[in-house]
């Protein structure tokens, strides 16, 4: 085989490459491209290993949220549902996709550096079962308008525990530095617990930290867990508090390279579930129910954007740009911060990578690079596929109508059916608001 197939949900006959089984050349003709095909099968078996690790780890004192920034739609929601998730949201439109898919209230966490009092409003108006408070004027937000609702939400701080987990800039979130949560080393910390507790309209239940992305080793949530416990300890001597949740946050990695490394998920958090219980034996604190919001790792690899080519255009001793249907619409991440991609000639996985090209978008911007020096058939033309790997997580989620290009439909794979789960935007609907 000439080129890298990352997970084993895919596979190839003749020139043809599958996905869960299904041939993507014929999945393309069906729904038409730019397409993107989810692997549901991979998502339910995912979410399985996750809750069996956490409940191996710390028995019924475990949750398994689903970020569901990574990507939100209704089905993705009743899936999570199914699987006995539960879902962080960040926005009024994430919760507001979840209550009407049916997702128990009641199961989500609503998170965001900047919640607006619209958001605040919703988020008690529909009960949702834990708000991440993330500032001190959110704080004081939650308090008045609780205050007038009569309802009293539980809530969680989001803390910094001053980690860099070594990866990409813009989706590291833990140290000091950062626009999100209180800071521990700061003092900030230690002066929203003696806010919070004041308050007699939210009710403190613990603490929550998300250090960072693309995470493949046990180390940084052991590394961020011990800084958490050592600041709950020290909260429970200077204010008698004792958390009932302590949230860890997300960001296990996922394969976008042949090179990048496989997660070993169960074993990493069965380390993690040693390390917390001696650690909080060490320190006489009750162990509090224990949390993980996996996006990324949950969805990434379940999906593939399928493209067809249109222009090839070799420019002697320079490169070779090879255009698809598709782009920075569908994909920004690599022009956003330049993120590595595995791409694989679908119609032609039967031929040698004999040239490299460089697969751009049809955006009117230099910049709309899927990625760079792409092995490929020197035979590539107008109208073969290519597919996309890895766009499970953070691709429909981030897409736009940039240049007024309708976003693709996602179609879900499970038990060798296919069905539509967003369906194609159409040039009507771009036209929904324009009055
Ligand atoms: C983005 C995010 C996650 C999920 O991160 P992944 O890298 O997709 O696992 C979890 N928690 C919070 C607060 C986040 O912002």
């Known amino acids: 085989?000439?080129?890298?197939?990352?997970?084993?949900?895919?596979?190839?006959?003749?020139?043809?490459?599958?996905?869960?089984?299904?041939?993507?050349?014929?999945l393309a003709a069906k729904y038409g491209t730019p397409l993107y095909l989810m692997d549901e099968d991979r998502i339910r078996a995912r979410c399985r290993e996750y809750r069996a690790a956490m409940r191996a780890a710390f028995g019924e004192k475990s949750a398994v949220l689903y970020a569901a920034k990574a990507s939100a739609y209704k089905q993705m929601f009743r899936i999570m549902h199914e699987e006995g998730m539960h879902a962080d949201v960040v926005s009024s439109g994430e919760l507001y996709t979840a209550l009407q898919a049916g997702f128990p209230a009641e199961r989500l966490w609503f998170h965001s550096s900047n919640k607006t009092d619209?958001?605040?409003?919703?988020?008690?108006?529909?009960?949702?079962?834990?708000?991440?408070?993330?500032?001190?004027?959110?704080?004081?937000a939650l308090q008045r308008i609780a205050a007038k609702t009569g309802k009293v939400p539980e809530i969680l701080l989001r803390l910094t525990p001053g980690i860099d987990p070594h990866t990409f800039e813009a989706v590291a979130t833990g140290q000091v530095d950062s626009k999100f949560g209180f800071g521990i080393e700061t003092g900030a910390a230690e002066e929203a617990v003696r806010f919070a507790l004041s308050l007699s309209s939210?009710?403190?239940?613990?603490?929550?930290?998300?250090?960072?992305?693309?995470?493949?080793?046990?180390?940084?949530?052991?590394?961020?867990?011990?800084?958490?416990?050592?600041?709950?300890?020290?909260?429970?001597d200077t204010f008698g508090y004792v958390a009932d949740v302590l949230d860890l946050g997300g960001g296990y990695g996922v394969r976008y390279l042949p090179s990048d490394p496989e997660l070993h998920l169960s074993a990493n958090i069965a380390e993690i579930g040693a390390f917390l219980l001696a650690e909080c034996d060490r320190l006489a604190y009750p162990l509090p129910l224990i949390?993980?919001?996996?996006?990324?790792?949950?969805?990434?690899?379940?999906?593939l954007t399928v493209y067809t080519v249109g222009v090839v255009k070799p420019i002697p001793g320079v490169r070779t740009?090879?255009?698809?249907?598709?782009?920075?619409?569908?994909?920004?991440?690599?022009?956003l911060y330049g993120a590595p991609y595995t791409v694989l000639p679908a119609s032609r996985m039967d031929e040698p990578p004999a040239m490299r090209a460089t697969v751009v978008g049809r955006c009117c911007e230099s910049g709309d690079v899927i990625q760079p020096d792409v092995p490929l058939p020197g035979t590539l033309q107008r109208g073969d596929l290519l597919a996309v790997c890895t766009t499970g997580a953070y691709h429909y989620s981030m897409a736009s109508n940039y240049n007024r290009l309708p976003r693709p439909p996602i179609v879900m794979l499970?038990?060798?059916?296919?069905?539509?789960?967003?369906?194609?935007?159409?040039?009507?609907?771009l036209l929904q608001c324009d009055l």
């Open 291 to 303: 949390a993980l919001e996996p996006g990324r790792s949950l969805v990434a690899d379940a999906g």
């Open 321 to 335: 740009y090879v255009s698809v249907d598709g782009g920075m619409t569908d994909n920004i991440r690599h022009a």
């Open 118 to 140: 619209e958001d605040l409003r919703l988020a008690l108006q529909s009960n949702v079962g834990r708000i991440v408070a993330d500032s001190m004027e959110e704080l004081a």
């Open 1 to 26: 085989m000439d080129y890298p197939l990352l997970s084993d949900n895919l596979t190839v006959n003749g020139n043809a490459l599958y996905f869960d089984g299904r041939n993507v050349c014929e």
């Open 202 to 236: 939210v009710r403190l239940v613990g603490f929550h930290c998300h250090v960072g992305s693309q995470v493949f080793d046990s180390d940084v949530f052991l590394r961020s867990a011990k800084i958490m416990l050592a600041f709950m300890a020290e909260v429970r």
């Open 414 to 429: 499970r038990n060798g059916d296919d069905y539509l789960a967003v369906r194609r935007e159409t040039l009507d609907d």
